[in-house]
Structures are given as structure tokens and as C-alpha cells.
């Protein structure tokens, strides 16, 4: 069993940067890949970042490659979504996700551990 909390959302002017945090209970975070999730309102949930379990490989949403940065540290069994650049169409709740593998994941079904949210605003 894992638990995450989300932490760093807020509000922001477009163009500027904010860091998100999600902590993970739980003595073997690092063998889980996690995966940073957006949903705006009257949307679905959709894939933003992924981050395999050694923090070898990532992977992200077209939408957001070049401008947000996802990283983890084992030691501090914290993952980290860094983002800049930010347009007014970021705004949502932010959501973190944790499952065991080896790899990276993009599919929300991939997912049994998620957090609660944070949520994101980007004025124009």
C-alpha cells in the first residue's frame, strides 16, 4: 500500500513556473514508477509525465514536452513535476500516481495509487 500527498499548486501568471511535490509512504517507493495526471474541469483525466522506478527513463504528454520537468528522489520518497512555461490551458487539479514495475506508464488504468490533488491555475 502506498499513500501520496501532493503539494506546490497554486495560482500563477502564464509564462511563469511552479514545482509540485507528491510524497510517498511506504519503504519501497523506490521500486515503483510514478506517473503526474492532470484533470480540468468537464474533462477526463489525462497522462501529463512518467518517471520509471530507478528515474532512468521518462516519458510525457506532447502537450507538455520541453516545458515541464518530472523527477524523483528515492532517498527522500518524493517525485517532483517541474513546470514552466505555463499556459492558461495547464490549469487543473495535478495528481500524482504510483504503481510497481520496472518501467514507465501513461495510462491512468495503470495506476491503483493516486493522491488527492493539487490544484493548478495559470491567468492569462
Known amino acids: 500500500q502506498v499513500q501520496l500527498v501532493e503539494s506546490g499548486g497554486g495560482l500563477v501568471q502564464a509564462g511563469g513556473s511552479l514545482r509540485l511535490s507528491c510524497a510517498a509512504s511506504g519503504r519501497t517507493f523506490s521500486s515503483y514508477a510514478m506517473g503526474w495526471f492532470r484533470q480540468a474541469p468537464g474533462k477526463e483525466r489525462e497522462f501529463v509525465a512518467t518517471?520509471?522506478?530507478?528515474?532512468?527513463?521518462?516519458y510525457y504528454a506532447d502537450s507538455v514536452k520541453g516545458r515541464f520537468t518530472i523527477s524523483r528522489d528515492n532517498a527522500k520518497n518524493t517525485v517532483y513535476l517541474q513546470m514552466n512555461s505555463l499556459k492558461p490551458e495547464d490549469t487543473a487539479v495535478y495528481y500524482c500516481?504510483?504503481?510497481?514495475?520496472?518501467?514507465?506508464?501513461?495510462?491512468?488504468?495503470?495506476?491503483?495509487?493516486w493522491g488527492q490533488g493539487t490544484q493548478v491555475t495559470v491567468s492569462s
Open positions: 500516481a504510483a504503481r510497481a514495475g520496472l518501467y514507465y506508464y501513461i495510462s491512468v488504468n495503470d495506476y491503483p495509487y
Open positions: 518517471i520509471s522506478w530507478s528515474g532512468s527513463i521518462t
